[in-house]
């Protein structure tokens, strides 16, 4: 694994971005099965390995997902901001040993349709809603990591989904508490353009060195959205306690995955929410902690999950 020659590229522009959305709260598939459409049952499949997925949204809009493994227990995984569905590839690849994964392009990402139009958050929560249904998911562990996290409590809320046996919420704000401080940006010079920030922005995912192919599928995901999308889905219209709140009403396990930066919104939920809410903290890891510590992660959620399932 080595970084691209451009890991000099200062990192003060994704880390701001990161540091508002927590105050306001590479590959994919492989090629077989690929193109198979969820939406009509056409070409579907078991599947065992990875298999790319595609179904047409209520609006016409083709979307993309990544399934692994099988049974009726799934694990649904939803990225962060620009993020492509290939960010989770070391969970398809452990985790379907024992669940069905699930790991979505969120529209305009990854493989995902680009959409020039609006990307409001009743939009994006319908989006999931309709994965589910695309999916047949009849009961899900569903996770979101950063900017997902925002979208899976939004989509809780506005839908009240049924399938939910568990929630995994990866290192984001969950309202709780004081806003977590700003990250210190690197010195350096500012990028010149949109491609060295989003360049700049893949590098500062981790902490250990990104694999190129990995590496180039956030950049490729990153830059292919559209500009007026990308600041969109930064804006969400609602205050820190929404999420709080949102959170708070679930009755189903929660397991907070997280960086010493949100350990104190952790404590909280845990002191709300004995018994059902577990926070994991990874002092080590960069921002995509699952990427940078893929084993310990894919542990904690597979004995979470086993827990959700039984409940």
Same mark, same amino acid.
């Given at each position: 694994?080595?970084?691209?020659?451009?890991?000099?590229?200062?990192?003060?522009?994704?880390?701001?971005?990161?540091?508002?959305?927590?105050?306001?709260?590479?590959?994919?598939?492989?090629?077989?099965?690929?193109?198979?459409?969820?939406?009509?049952?056409?070409?579907?499949?078991?599947?065992?390995?990875?298999?790319?997925?595609?179904?047409?949204?209520?609006?016409?809009?083709?979307?993309?997902?990544?399934?692994?493994?099988?049974?009726?227990?799934?694990? !649904? =995984?939803?990225?962060?901001? @620009?993020?492509?569905?290939? *960010?989770?590839?070391?969970?398809? #690849?452990?985790?379907?040993? $024992?669940?069905?994964?699930?790991?979505?392009?969120?529209?305009?990402?990854?493989?995902?349709?680009?959409?020039?139009?609006?990307?409001?958050?009743?939009?994006?929560?319908?989006?999931?809603?309709?994965?589910?249904?695309?999916?047949?998911?009849?009961?899900? !562990? =569903?996770?979101?990591?950063? @900017?997902?996290?925002?979208? *899976?409590?939004?989509?809780?809320? #506005?839908?009240?989904?049924? $399938?939910?046996?568990?929630?995994?919420?990866?290192?984001?704000?969950?309202?709780?508490?004081?806003?977590?401080?700003?990250?210190?940006?690197?010195?350096?010079?500012?990028?010149?353009?949109?491609?060295?920030?989003?360049?700049?922005?893949?590098?500062?995912?981790?902490?250990?060195?990104?694999?190129?192919?990995?590496?180039?599928?956030?950049?490729q995901s990153a830059m292919r959205v559209p500009e007026g999308a990308a600041s969109e889905l930064l804006h969400k219209p609602f205050p820190r306690e929404y999420w709080r709140d949102t959170l708070?009403?679930?009755?189903?396990?929660?397991?907070?995955?997280?960086?010493?930066?949100?350990?104190?919104?952790?404590?909280?939920?845990?002191?709300?929410?004995?018994?059902?809410?577990?926070?994991?903290?990874?002092?080590?890891?960069?921002?995509?902690?699952?990427?940078?510590?893929?084993?310990?992660?894919?542990?904690?959620?597979?004995?979470?999950?086993?827990?959700?399932?039984?409940?």
């Amino acid at each position: 694994m080595s970084h691209l020659p451009v890991h000099k590229i200062c990192r003060r522009g994704f880390l701001s971005v990161l540091a508002g959305m927590a105050a306001s709260g590479c590959a994919g598939g492989r090629a077989d099965g690929a193109g198979a459409d969820a939406s009509r049952g056409v070409g579907r499949e078991v599947a065992v390995g990875p298999v790319d997925r595609f179904f047409t949204a209520s609006d016409g809009v083709r979307l993309h997902y990544v399934e692994a493994g099988g049974g009726p227990d799934t694990i !649904v =995984l939803v990225p962060g901001w @620009l993020m492509p569905a290939a *960010v989770f590839e070391p969970q398809w #690849k452990g985790l379907s040993k $024992q669940f069905r994964v699930i790991a979505f392009d969120p529209r305009s990402q990854g493989r995902s349709e680009v959409f020039k139009g609006r990307h409001t958050p009743e939009r994006r929560s319908l989006d999931l809603k309709e994965l589910l249904v695309a999916a047949d998911v009849e009961r899900c !562990v =569903l996770g979101g990591w950063s @900017l997902g996290v925002m979208e *899976v409590l939004d989509f809780l809320a #506005k839908h009240q989904p049924q $399938q939910i046996r568990g929630l995994v919420l990866i290192d984001n704000s969950i309202g709780e508490g004081r806003p977590p401080a700003p990250s210190k940006p690197d010195s350096g010079p500012p990028p010149r353009n949109r491609a060295e920030r989003m360049r700049s922005f893949a590098l500062s995912l981790t902490k250990k060195p990104m694999e190129e192919r990995m590496l180039e599928a956030v950049f490729q995901s990153a830059m292919r959205v559209p500009e007026g999308a990308a600041s969109e889905l930064l804006h969400k219209p609602f205050p820190r306690e929404y999420w709080r709140d949102t959170l708070l009403a679930q009755r189903v396990p929660v397991l907070y995955a997280i960086r010493p930066r949100f350990s104190e919104q952790g404590a909280a939920l845990v002191a709300k929410r004995p018994g059902l809410a577990r926070v994991e903290v990874f002092p080590a890891a960069g921002h995509a902690l699952f990427l940078d510590e893929p084993t310990r992660f894919n542990s904690v959620v597979s004995t979470f999950a086993q827990g959700a399932f039984r409940r």
